[in-house]
């Protein structure tokens, strides 16, 4: 009984520390109205892992920092983004698209993420093609083959830490007669 309650305190005290995270929507977006700069401040998470994949030619002295495998004969060249992921927002090209980035190393490694209404307007990954099995998304310059589970992968967002940083509250401390 005194370990079962040990336990179920463990897990409140480290439940409420944790994020507690929501997908960013389109109606979260449009209700709080952020400028660029506010997005840059938002810790943004991925809902789910995305494999991104392409081909490599004669010429792989090219990689640095990706994984390269042999599929079926070909050199491959892998970069793995687990969910969870914490991502930055880097630039909006247009209206309802964000540019988010997931490593550092360079401006161009970002992925796109927009509005879904078969998701129900959550933000999800923008594909160039969403073929049956995958789809085309450009990172760090290059083509990539993205898996095709990744279509729904989404932003997510801490709102309780987003609600905490939007607060401008104080304390009145009164007026006295003199």
Excluded: H
């Excluded at 914490?86 to 970002?110: C, H, L, Y």
């Excluded at 099995?133 to 083959?145: C, F, I, L, P």
């Excluded at 932003?155 to 401008?168: A, E, G, H, P, T």
Aim: glycine share 6%; net charge positive; with cysteine.
């Amino acid at each position: 009984m005194r370990n079962t309650l040990m336990l179920l305190l463990l897990w409140a005290a480290f439940s409420s520390c944790s994020p507690s995270l929501s997908y960013f929507t389109q109606d979260l977006y449009d209700r709080n109205r952020w400028s660029e700069s506010e997005l840059k401040k938002i810790q943004f998470y991925l809902s789910d892992d995305v494999y991104l994949r392409r081909k490599l030619g004669e010429n792989a002295s090219e990689i640095v920092e990706g994984k390269v495998r042999v599929i079926n004969g070909e050199k491959v060249e892998e970069i793995f983004i687990p969910r969870s992921t914490p991502g930055v927002f880097t630039f909006s090209p247009k209206a309802n698209r964000f540019a988010i980035a997931f490593e550092n190393g360079s401006d161009q490694r970002f992925l796109m993420f927009g509005p879904n209404p078969k998701a129900g307007e959550r933000y999800v990954l923008l594909a160039k093609d969403w073929e049956r099995a995958s789809g085309k998304v450009t990172y760090d310059g290059k083509e990539y083959e993205v898996n095709y589970g990744a279509a729904f992968a989404g932003l997510m967002v801490d709102l309780r830490r987003i609600d905490r940083q939007d607060r401008n509250s104080r304390t009145a401390e009164g007026v006295r007669v003199n």
